[in-house]
């Protein structure tokens, strides 16, 4: 059976549907046009503010990363540290780190000895040596963050050839 076919009894009817059909149409195409102006307005705007967030994260890195680095310097250079790690006067040596640890704000601070085994842990309580005695796979995950940030290298002054210095 065919369908009944849609009949105007009227020109103005035909009229009225034309023009909704052409305003519908028009509707639609500027929907469509606004639409991707805005998206792509947002798009370009978006990757803008994360290039000047990227800059601006980049230079705080830097500045972080130069602000450890020179605390570590200033480390390296303590006698107190150098003659503790000498003895390896593990409880002085991690009040001392504890000490620095606090006075810089480091997410982590440690001595590493020539064999890999952790002499001193500054997260250690306080009076506890317990977390200063054991091997480098006990702080393995912060040991692979701090390796993979800072970079470590040996001080050259150490009688022992202990690792206590970072640089970049």
Known sequence: MKPPAFRFRSLQARIVVVF??????????????????????????????????ERVFGQLLAQSAQRLAQAAQALGGDFA?????????????ASILRRHH???????????GANGRLLADASAPRGSSSSATGSISSSRYRWAKLRSWAGWWSDGASTNGSRWSLRR
């Open 102 to 112: 606090e006075r810089v704000g480091a997410d982590l601070a440690m001595v590493i």
């Open 20 to 53: 909704l059909a052409l305003l519908l149409t028009v509707q639609v195409a500027g929907y469509a046009f606004i639409h991707n102006a805005i998206t792509d307005n947002a798009r370009r705007h978006a990757q803008a503010e994360l290039a000047v967030a």
């Open 81 to 93: 540290l150098r003659e503790a790690v000498a003895t390896r006067d593990r409880p002085a040596i």
